[in-house]
């Protein structure tokens, strides 16, 4: 069955209010077994529509679904909505919702409106902060809970004045070729929220965002209804944000499992790929591959003083396992691997669990790592929120690990260009970790004569086939470091003016074979 909203009085002219028209559609078709609700040519001006079971709502290209902007308009289910399907907190304040449904779609080469811009204090024209919320209200655009076989395919998400696309427990989703463009400077205005779900495909879109774009989570509300989020791929995608281009967390009130992300550009953003864990789950088994990842930082903490911030600084990859509010474990986070990523930042590669809760199994592989300054901002700041410590000053290195079991960096590079940040520190800083391995690793530390590898509390070590960048002054910097437990060969340290120095000045036996040495001063 084919219907067409305007048979049903919607009028399409961006002042009518068209809620009730386009309700009345998806209701009939749903009652006469399913089919396609087309909307077409005009600005539908809507509050809370209700999608259900066997509908394609499709809007053709000069088609466009308008936030209404107005709460009353939100607060209550439409006409031809089953309240008891409504669950509390979930889907009432958001324009276009579903409730266990199946077999549903959003198609078409149209676009849905939050007119997210209303809802904030103006734009000046130069700044790069967060912009203001001016009120409490601020709707979803698109809020999924418990549904099954679900599809978005090709529609703009235009400016959602909260969340954009927002699934909870839904399974066997596929969301192919979506825009989603929201306002760079606004708050909580993510792309795509996975929460509690199972079985999603995301690709081929395009993504800007203030906030993350893609956010795989689970929420208190997700977790206790629907338990984990797992099996969750993400390919061909291309991001931009304020904040992560693709989050793993913050909320992680069950575990997350079976991530896939590759192939994937990601630009002028404040965090290339984000893993939290906080509220005692597990995240395990994690897989990104493929990435191009540009970031820089986003206004200065230091100077300015505002209600809201943005999360980072300027990170490429970004791992934090820590209390949220130190009333309770973190969690785990467990087998992580990235492998082939080109990075250019302003921030480091942040790998860092909490004493008796450190991240384990992660490995680094194929990584060209180029430091630049961009934003002409100070940095050296490291950001853990939401935590006790929050924003905190600290040297930037340019791959930073602490408190981690069974790290592996493999093949990579880390490169210094152009201007140097002050705060900018060794090529690798790594405090209790055990077992770690770094192999094939080159670089150098940002300043001339430094350390290139900075290790302290280190038990179980491997220096295998690694390289001094010119201007190292020692390549490895060791302090409480097991020599009984390090395994250091084929290492060219030649462009370094020490291979290895124990903290105190000795010199333990450890094992050491083949390795090129410090050229002699002439």
Known sequence: MNVNIRDFGAAGDAVTKDTKSIQAAIDYCHKHGGGTVLVPKGEYLSGTLMLKSHINLHLEASARIVSSMLEEDFLAPVDGADPLQLSEGQGQSALLCARHAE??????????????????????????HVLVPLGPFRPKLIDFEGCTDVLFRDVTLYRASSWGLHLTGCRRVDIDGVKILGQHRAPNNDGIDPDSCKDVHIS??????????????????????????????????????????IKIGTETHADIRNIVVQNCVIRNSNRGVGIWVRDGATVENLLFSNLTIETRLFSDETEIERP??????????????????????????????????????????????????EIENVTVRGLRLVLRRKSGYPGGLFDTQPSVRGVFRHPVPAVFCR????????????????????????????????????RGFRGAPARPGDNAVELHDICGLAVEGCRAGSGTGTFLALEQVDPDGMFVVGNDFSRAAKAVDFAGGAMPGFYSAANRPPKSCP
């Not at 939050?114 to 904030?120: M, T, Y």
């Not at 338990?227 to 061909?236: D, K, Q």
């Not at 069974?406 to 800083?429: C, H, K, Q, T, Y």
């Open 204 to 245: 081929n879109c395009h993504i800007e965002t203030g906030d993350d774009c893609i956010v795989v989570k689970t929420t208190r509300y997700g977790a206790e209804r629907y338990g984990a989020c797992e099996n969750i791929t993400v390919t061909n995608c291309t991001l931009n944000s304020h904040d992560s281009a």
């Open 103 to 128: 077999k549903i779609s959003v198609t078409g080469q149209g676009t849905i409106d939050g007119r997210g811009e209303r809802f904030l204090e103006p734009e000046d024209g130069t700044s790069d």
């Open 403 to 438: 408190h981690a079991k069974r790290i592996a960096l493999d093949d990579v590079e880390v490169a210094w260009e152009g201007e140097r940040n002050p705060n900018w520190a060794a090529a690798f800083s790594g405090r209790h970790i055990e077992d770690l391995a770094l």
């Open 308 to 357: 809201l911030r943005w999360w980072g600084k300027g990170e490429p990859i970004f791992i934090t396992a820590e209390s949220r509010n130190g009333e309770r474990p973190p969690g785990k986070i467990r087998n992580i691997r990235f492998d082939h990523i080109t990075a250019e930042a302003e921030g480091c590669v942040y790998l860092e669990g909490s004493e008796g809760h």
